[in-house]
Nanobody
Framework: QGQLVESGGGSVQAGGSLRLSCAVF????????VGWFRQAPGKEREGISC????????FYDDSVKGRFSISRDNAKNTLYLQMNSLKPEDTAVYYC??????????????????WGQGTQVTVSS
């Protein structure tokens, strides 16, 4: 049974950076398609950055393209989301997630089986 634990959220001014971490337990992050989602108040959870195994294929939502970068450290079994040039509209709870397969990039929340508890990111103007 996989368990994911996020960290690294917080409050930052517009233009700043944060790096989210997602420690993975019970499964090997290198074997599965993984992703980062976010959910703002009153909105649906949306996929913002997702990748297949070995980052052979990656997806970035248009809203974060060029500013966010997904990566993983297989030795630490950890997934990362580097967020640069943050904007107030990036404010949300951020979740990491893992599928149970690795062939494709999956961008919809219902395609993921394991979820972290979420970490709050607040960007002030």
């Amino acid at each position: 049974q996989g368990q994911l634990v996020e960290s690294g959220g917080g409050s930052v001014q517009a233009g700043g950076s944060l790096r989210l971490s997602c420690a993975v337990f019970g499964l090997k992050v290198e074997d599965y398609s993984v992703g980062w989602f976010r959910q703002a108040p009153g909105k649906e959870r949306e996929g913002i950055s997702c990748t297949s195994t070995r980052e052979e294929k990656s997806f970035y939502d248009d809203s974060v393209k060029g500013r966010f970068s997904i990566s993983r450290d297989n030795a630490k079994n950890t997934l990362y989301l580097q967020m640069n040039s943050l904007k107030p509209e990036d404010t949300a709870v951020y979740y990491c997630a893992s599928t149970r397969t690795g062939t494709y990039v999956y961008t919809k929340a219902d395609q993921y089986h394991y979820w972290g508890q979420g970490t709050q990111v607040t960007v002030s103007s």
